[in-house]
Structure formats: C-alpha cells, structure tokens
C-alpha cells in the first residue's frame, strides 16, 4: 500500500492550471522607415465619366468593323444543330486533306462563320484539340473578307494532333484557297446560268 502511494506521490497528474486567460500579444510587424503609421491609404480608381464628346459616324463605323475583325465573336462562329446541319446536308464546296476536312456553304451574313468538328476519337488528348481550335479560330479570323461569305464546318481526322502549329496553318491555307477556288467557280456558274 505505501508502495502505491509513492507512485502517486512521485507522478502527480494534477497541476496548477490557471483559470485567466493570458493577454493578448500582438501580431508581430516590421516597422516603416517613417515609423508605423497604420495601414497604407486606399487608392481611389479613376473616375469612369467621360466627357460626351460628339463622334462621327464614320469612325463608329471603322472601330466596329476593326472589333469584328479582331475578335472570334459569335456572330462568326456556327452556333448551333441547325447551322451545322445545313451545312452538312448542303455542302456546295469542299475542300479536302489527309488530316482535315473542309465543308462550305454560301452564307447570306458579312463574313464567313466557322464551326469546328474535333472528335475525340481522331484527336485524343484535349490538350491538342484545344490547339487545334485554337490555330483553326486565328486562321479564320485573320482571314480577309471575300466576295462570297461561307459557312464553313472544320472536321479533323486522324493524325492532325501530330502536326505542328505552323504545319497545320500552312495546310489549313492551302485548303482555304481550293475552298475559295471552287466557290468562286461556283458563283460564277450560277450566275451564268441565271
């Protein structure tokens, strides 16, 4: 019995714990070579107001027709079933390459509208049909109006992930001339026969 007491004796398990709370400290903080002077001043933005100035109409013009060249907007994309399927159900122009398939038809809008076809089991990794949408979209955007806007639908096929950037540019516009080629044959055609 007086051996179990020396063990409580000798570990003893209740300590002095206080019941207050320690103050608080500081967050620690590098002083300024001017001293702490509290958080920096918030900077105001410049104000959005803009003076009401009259523009010409030309220039409205010419910024407009200069965003729509610079920007892949949705006016220049096939949107939808609809758009792609009167495409591929009227193809009147076809363009077409071991790696790319270029179908076209006569569109009644400003520009030529692009849609794009990548199906994963031609191209596998995201990474590079991402790349190719990509490489497709600045082509067609860079492209210069033409007297015959077309809707144009960009089906990949095999093998086209393994070309490199300027590879499938250089197609690509080697394609794009064959599809103007043999859309201007085919205006011209009509218009002869009307």
Known sequence: MWFSAYIYLEHDYEKNISAQRPETQAYPWFPRSHGYQGWPPRIEPPSRERSQAPVSLKWCDWVSEQSANASFGKARRLLNAKDYS?????????????HLLLLAKKNI?????????????????????????????????????????????????????????????????????????????????TNRDS
């Open 86 to 98: 009167r495409v591929f159900d009227g193809a009147e122009v076809r363009a077409s390459h071991k």
């Open 109 to 189: 809008g400003p520009w030529h509208r692009l849609g794009l076809v990548i199906a994963k089991k031609n191209v596998r990794l995201a990474v590079q049909r991402n790349r190719i949408k990509r490489v497709a979209r600045e082509f067609f955007r860079t492209l210069p109006p033409s007297e015959t806007p077309l809707d144009v639908v960009f089906l990949a096929r095999r093998g086209i992930g393994q070309l490199d950037n300027s590879e499938l540019s250089t197609i690509l516009q080697q394609q794009w001339q064959k599809l103007v080629r043999h859309a201007s044959k085919l205006e011209s055609s």
